[in-house]
């Protein structure tokens, strides 16, 4: 069973691990130390068969952690969107009947009959405004991985877990779409937890980084820069991930889940 507790401490973190160790069986990972406070987006990173989903499933208790601590604040209001979620075709629903069911979970019905600045403002932001009566089994991919996150942001969530939330969109819309993400965060107060390949743009949109490596043992946590200047990230890819100009690849990472395109790196300036 995960110990999954409603903190009433002072802290105002929404999410905290402490000294969680996920596995089955046993631990493929070292006890994690997260601490994930409002407004903030953590990026979970790693190579394929590095923790990542087996972590999420712990966090979402799929599977029973195998001791430390999962602690969330009191009145969370929590929502997650699976890697590849989907609506069934059958249901022939529009857009507009899609992002209905984020509020009448929220029981914010109301809201939407009275096109809210709020609503109004996540459509618009999503850039769904001229797809709102498209049937959303007729969209693309990446249309549909948009609606589905503007319908979790609907339901106003305060701590939000993403398992590959831009997998579908094509490399400009997800840029755009972490940019948001990162935004909305901030403007909801809504703490963010996902997990992302595209490792290369984490700088510019992540608060905290979370680097799983199952094969090495190790685990780090902390600022972007922190992170990927760490041994544990170096060992694995055998080069620093600045946190600021990435305008010029210097190395890639092929064969990998994730993605990295480094700039030229400067090992004496820290910018946490």
């Known amino acids: 069973m995960n110990d999954l507790n409603h903190d009433k401490s002072s802290s105002n973190a929404r999410l905290q691990c402490a000294g969680l160790l996920c596995g089955y069986g046993s631990p493929i990972l070292p006890p994690l130390e997260v601490e994930l406070h409002t407004g903030e987006v953590a990026a979970v990173i790693g190579p394929n068969g590095g923790g990542k989903s087996t972590f999420f499933k712990t966090m979402l208790g799929l599977i029973p952690s195998l001791g430390g601590e999962i602690s969330i604040a009191d009145g969370a209001r929590i929502a ?3 890697q590849g979620a989907h609506i069934d075709s059958g249901l022939s629903l529009s857009v507009k009947d899609v992002l209905r069911s984020g509020l009448v979970r929220s029981h914010r019905l ?18 769904l405004s001229e797809l709102m009566h498209r049937a959303f089994h007729h969209l693309s ?15 106003r969530p305060n701590l939000l877990l993403l398992d590959e939330p831009t997998s579908a ?19 909801h107060q809504c703490a963010i ?4 390949h595209e490792a290369n743009v984490i ?23 922190s ?46």
Not at 110 to 127: G, Y
Not at 205 to 222: C, H
């Open 80 to 82: 997650y969107l699976e």
């Open 110 to 127: 109301s809201v939407f009959a009275k096109q809210s600045i709020d609503v109004q403002s996540t459509i618009e932001a999503f850039e």
């Open 141 to 155: 991919g990446g249309q549909r991985q948009r609606v589905l996150l503007a319908k979790e942001f609907m339901s």
């Open 169 to 187: 969109m094509d490399p400009m819309m997800a840029q755009k779409t972490f940019t948001l993400i990162q935004s909305l965060a901030e403007s």
């Open 193 to 196: 937890l996902m997990v992302s």
């Open 203 to 225: 700088p510019n949109i992540a608060d905290k980084v979370l680097f799983l490596d199952a094969e090495y043992n190790a685990y780090e946590y902390g600022t972007p820069h």
């Open 227 to 272: 992170v990927t200047s760490s041994k544990a990230f170096e060992r694995r890819y055998r080069f620093h991930f600045h946190s600021h100009d990435l305008s010029t690849p210097c190395d890639s990472v092929e064969g990998d889940a994730i993605r990295l395109q480094a700039a030229r790196c400067d090992h004496g300036e820290s910018h946490d």
